[in-house]
């Protein structure tokens, strides 16, 4: 019943741009740090953005600075990751989570798939 799920997810060219969601149910996000992962067939998940809870300082995994952008909007109790200037190697299913250090997480959310491909 409380869960978060991500959505936004979907096939993109190169270069395009694509804004995730991952709306809490049956819970507020508010106290938490969000984290977005992702895993990419044949590799390890590796974290990809996070925004804190409390001071809402944001971090991004090296590969995605620049190109991505983690927010939050406490009156839709939903964290967002705008993905822009999408590269095929961002192809992964993308997950967010609360936590943001995966030897914490507290909840997962269901998965949603991004590919970019031409």
């Known amino acids: 019943h409380v869960q978060v799920v991500e959505s936004g997810g979907g096939f993109v060219q190169p270069g395009g741009s694509l804004r995730l969601s991952c709306a809490g149910s049956?819970?507020?996000?508010?106290?938490?740090?969000i984290g977005w992962f992702r895993q990419a067939p044949g590799k390890e998940r590796e974290g990809v953005s996070c925004?804190?809870?409390?001071?809402?300082?944001?971090w991004y995994t090296d590969s995605v600075q620049g190109r991505f952008t983690i927010s939050r909007d406490n009156a839709k109790n939903t964290v967002y990751l705008e993905m822009s200037s999408l590269k095929p190697k961002d192809t992964a299913v993308y997950y967010c989570?609360?936590?943001?250090?995966?030897?914490?997480?507290?909840?997962w959310g269901q998965g949603t798939q991004v590919t970019v491909s031409s």
């Open positions: 925004i804190s809870h409390n001071d809402g300082s944001t």
């Open positions: 989570a609360i936590d943001c250090n995966e030897s914490t997480i507290k909840r």
């Open positions: 049956g819970l507020t996000l508010d106290p938490y740090s």
